[in-house]
């Protein structure tokens, strides 16, 4: 029977295509229809000489809102196109007085202002002034902390992944798995668009994405209804450059680092923007060799087949890791109020691990029963693209204007991995074996979204949107047996496992304002169909519909006091790689294989956010997720000593957290950001036999320090700590990292340098232990994370310009004050 036949052809709903093509010609055309009135000027000294990027801003008249900004020409000269109105003009730059002019109507189709004269200051009268601004590395907002990666020492030679390990309230287990505050279930996205990983597979991609292509990562806890449901714990949002320079800029950047092995990043970024169009691109190469140092410690309950045992495994391994990630664009702007972009990016990782692995088998006694060795070869190849197309059009010129925002996206993500796995009997003695795959997997998403903003009476806006999408994951593993010489096909750990999904989502969001009380309310609905089909196996179709409020209240409690209270319903779907069936073999003892029959966590999510002096914050916190989805270990059903590791559903899941933020200044030239979080985590359920009812206190702590330094110097110290804590049938130790930096500009901030320590008292190793009434495991995982490293940047081109002069309050603006940006 024919299931998504849209899918199986991958190609979109005609009709979404059809809106799609219609909002982009009807908007362009209206866009280039309208005709504007314009208000210009010149600014000058009092000695008449033309200021040169003096920041001019247009307010309306009634109540000095912001409508626009621009920065003045070389000769004084600015320029507005808006529509007709009253409004005021003020003026500003750094050494001179602000300046605010009258207030005027603008009626005709151009207004010629009289000339604006600034005043110079005291204070820059008397001597003359250096003035340096930087944006803080860490910023809180109501609903998100953002990390500005792109201006932190910390960042050289890095990957993304690094930078998440150290970013306030994220942790990082043994297998990848991403945590904000306690949590596991986070959507990621990457310049909007989501990251279909999880696991190792997202722990590889990051790994692979080089820290010197971001901008800045944003941890949202409570993300509006506009982003996907998906997250139960909130949105990692990760942004990647974009140079903001008028002109023809561009930089190149090298680095290297070395803990036990080297570590090497280059890249070079360029761009070109005119008035009406941006065209950029961006590429890096990054080759790390590192090592992985796993111990493990087995005990085995008898069954009817094997006596009690217990082994201890020793695996020695060393990885080398090369990739190469870039980015190209295109914005165009036919008007002031709408722009219509492309862009494609992509990212090729090769992975390549050896190891050597040690098995020692023990009777209760405990003799020694058996002992083997094995080595295994694995070749892990996954190049990945993405495709967008994107509309964004205000329809008057105005910060509250009407917003129309539209997205199509095409992305392919594929794995080509190779195994070699021999293994050698030496104690009883047996022939040599050897295990030989080839796994392939190919994961295709199409996407197609709108969304519409307008404005309401009383200062309130209305938020409404669409959006479908269209999953294929295909993926075959052949597995080849040899031994004593006779080379045989494995059909009962070989196989092919298709899964498509489809989700269709809707949602509507009203914001508003009443005196010392903002409101925000939305809902979204979400349909998701989906089929995972096994060669030769059973199939399993789902179909359902939730829906998802989000709440937000925001109260100003005097001059000093804020509160707010958020609720909201999310929901963690697994992922594709979650419930593949299909075996990827780590060494001679375990491999890890996804579970079909798992279902999506539901969760409700509650927080009462404190406020002080619009800086720190104090927020309590509770969540109750429903069929968690936990990461476990257990004997596998081959029988003998093999283990498997897969995630299963458990019953419920009961959260509390009490976070602390303090963003402090100690001294001018020293910041501390400091993040503390104490949680307190639940679970219940039961698997293999073994009830689980446990839950235990445990707490997250980051503090990072930025310093600013004579001589154009600048310093960061960054430390963190994870308490030991219990997720699931597992209890973790505590462990964290301790890393510094240093930064220096040259040549009038075309250059810089920087060298940072990473992991300085190497503690970032994890011990964890899994407890079941059949089976137990202690393991222990050590990297190569203790790094020192030099990078160099230079920067070129137009170098004055630091953004561009069109400052409309176009719709990507718009998007983000939706957002709470």
């Not at 000027?41 to 109540?63: C, K, N, P, W, Y």
């Not at 293994?423 to 199409?446: K, V, W």
Request: hydrophobic letters at 35%; aromatic letters at 10%.
């Amino acid at each position: 029977m024919p299931y998504f036949p849209l899918a199986r052809l991958g190609c979109l709903p005609l009709p979404f295509v059809g809106v799609f093509c219609g909002l982009l010609l009807a908007t362009s055309s209206t866009a280039l229809a309208q005709a504007n009135a314009a208000v210009t000027g010149t600014v000058a000294s009092q000695a008449g000489v033309a200021i040169e990027f003096a920041t001019v801003t247009l307010h309306r008249a009634a109540d000095s809102t912001v409508v626009k900004t621009e920065f003045c020409d070389e000769k004084g000269h600015f320029l507005f196109e808006t529509v007709g109105g009253r409004y005021l003009i003020s003026a500003a730059q750094v050494g001179f007085g602000r300046f605010w002019s009258p207030a005027f109507e603008l009626t005709a189709p151009k207004l010629n202002l009289p000339a604006i004269t600034l005043i110079a200051s005291q204070a820059t009268a008397l001597k003359e002034v250096t003035v340096t601004a930087r944006k803080p590395i860490y910023e809180h907002f109501a609903d998100r902390t953002v990390v500005n990666v792109a201006d932190s020492p910390l960042a050289a030679s890095a990957t993304t992944l690094d930078i998440l390990a150290r970013a306030p309230g994220v942790t990082v287990n043994a297998s990848d798995n991403l945590g904000l505050r306690g949590r596991t279930g986070l959507l990621v996205v990457i310049d909007g668009k989501r990251v279909p990983l999880t696991g190792t597979e997202l722990g590889d991609y990051l790994r692979a994405l080089p820290a010197e292509q971001l901008q800045s990562i944003e941890l949202i806890t409570n993300p509006p209804v506009q982003y996907d449901a998906q997250g139960g714990a909130g949105v990692i949002a990760i942004n990647l450059k974009k140079d903001q320079r008028l002109g023809t800029n561009g930089s190149v950047n090298t680095s290297y680092g070395r803990g036990r092995y080297g570590k090497f990043t280059g890249g070079l970024a360029l761009n070109h923007r005119h008035k009406t169009f941006n065209a950029y691109g961006t590429y890096a190469y990054t080759e790390r060799r590192g090592f992985v140092r796993l111990d493990f410690d087995r005990g085995y309950s008898a069954t009817p087949q094997l006596a009690a045992a217990h082994s201890i495994i020793d695996n020695d391994q060393l990885t080398y890791l090369r990739s190469h990630s870039g980015k190209i664009g295109l914005d165009f702007t036919p008007s002031a109020r709408t722009l219509v972009g492309v862009s494609v990016n992509g990212l090729a990782s090769q992975t390549q691990t050896t190891t050597q692995n040690t098995t020692v088998v023990q009777s209760a006694a405990p003799e020694p029963t058996s002992r083997y060795t094995s080595a295994v070869a694995q070749d892990l190849n996954r190049p990945s693209g993405a495709l967008n197309l994107n509309l964004r059009h205000t329809f008057a010129d105005s910060a509250t204007a009407s917003a129309l925002t539209a997205d199509a996206d095409y992305a392919r993500y594929h794995t080509a991995r190779l195994l070699e796995l021999n293994t050698n009997f030496e104690q009883p003695t047996r022939p040599t074996t050897r295990l030989d795959g080839d796994q392939n997997s190919t994961l295709t998403i199409q996407s197609l979204k709108a969304d519409f903003s307008q404005p309401l009476p009383h200062r309130a806006r209305l938020e409404v949107g669409v959006k479908t999408t269209q999953v294929i994951s295909d993926n075959s593993v052949v597995f080849m047996r040899t031994s004593e010489g006779t080379r045989t096909f494995d059909p009962l750990i070989s196989n092919d496992f298709r899964y498509d999904e489809n989700v269709n989502a809707a949602y509507v969001n009203l914001r508003g304002s009443v005196a010392k009380t903002t409101l925000q309310a939305g809902l979204r609905a979400e349909q998701t169909n989906t089929l995972a089909e096994t060669e030769g196996g059973d199939s399993r179709e789902r179909h359902y519909v939730q829906f998802f409020p989000n709440v937000l209240v925001q109260r100003a409690l005097g001059k000093q006091h804020g509160l707010a209270l958020s609720v909201a319903r999310r929901i963690d779907r697994p992922s594709y790689g979650q419930v593949n069936p299909l075996r990827n073999y780590f060494d001679a003892t375990s491999y890890r294989s996804g579970n079909p029959d798992l279902v999506a966590q539901t969760s409700y999510n509650f927080e009462v956010t404190h406020t002080y002096r619009q800086k720190f914050s104090t927020a309590l916190s509770f969540a109750q997720t429903d069929n968690p989805i936990v990461n476990v270990v257990q004997p596998s059903p081959d029988g003998g000593r093999l283990v498997v590791n897969r995630d299963v559903n458990l019953s419920t899941q009961q959260y509390f957290a009490l976070t602390i933020t303090a963003p402090l200044e100690v001294a001018k030239w020293w910041t501390l950001y400091a993040n503390g979080v104490l949680y307190y985590s639940r679970f219940r359920g039961s698997l293999a036999g073994t009830e689980l009812d446990r839950g235990k206190p445990a707490f997250l702590f980051s503090a990072n320090n930025s310093f600013s330094l004579p001589h154009a110097w600048t310093a960061e110290l960054n430390g963190n700590y994870q308490s030991p804590e219990i997720w699931g049938f597992e209890s973790a130790r505590g462990r964290g990292q301790v890393t510094a930096g240093l930064q220096k500009s040259l040549w009038n901030k075309l250059g810089t340098i920087r060298l940072n320590v990473a992991d300085i008292f190497y503690t970032t190793p994890i011990q964890s232990t899994s407890t079941y009434d059949n089976f137990t495991e202690t393991f222990r995982s050590a990297q190569d994370t203790r790094v020192v490293t030099a990078a160099f940047t230079y920067r070129f081109g137009n170098s004055k310009v630091t953004a561009a002069r069109k400052r409309t309050a176009g719709a990507e603006e718009e998007l983000r004050r939706a957002s709470g940006q």
